[in-house]
């Protein structure tokens, strides 16, 4: 079935293309074989003049400063990104300097028991009285 529909195509198409050329041979040997161009004129200058009348210049030059503005909008997202991450990264990196900082202070300094002078332990493990 596919290969039915291919051919028919093909040869519509083919039939399309002796019919287009049968008009134009007669057209085709008519004109010359070399065509002179004018001195001076450069293909470049052609081509410019032709975009010139299809394009006005404050089109081009509106699409080109749009592209330009685009353009500079992805690339200030962009930075913006990256300042956001360099950020977070060194928020991070305060709060943790600063919790092994309070870490540090808040630990506690153990120092000397301070040594009594008494060389004689209370009996029975019971305070020693005071006199009132």
Do not use: C
């Amino acid at each position: 079935m596919f290969e039915l529909i291919a051919t028919i195509i093909l040869i519509v198409s083919l039939a399309g293309i002796a019919v287009i050329l049968y008009r134009k041979v007669p057209v085709l040997v008519e004109l010359p074989e070399v065509v002179e161009k004018p001195p001076g004129e450069n293909i470049f200058l052609v081509i410019k003049k032709k975009i010139k009348g299809v394009f006005p210049k404050q089109i081009v030059l509106h699409k080109i400063l749009s592209w330009i503005k685009i353009l500079t909008l992805k690339i200030e997202t962009k930075i913006d990104k990256l300042l956001n991450i360099v950020r977070k990264k060194a928020q991070k990196e305060k709060e943790e300097k600063d919790n092994g900082q309070i870490a540090v202070q808040t630990t506690p300094i153990q120092e000397k028991p301070e040594e009594k002078e008494e060389d004689n332990p209370p009996a029975g493990g019971l305070p020693p009285t005071t006199p009132e």
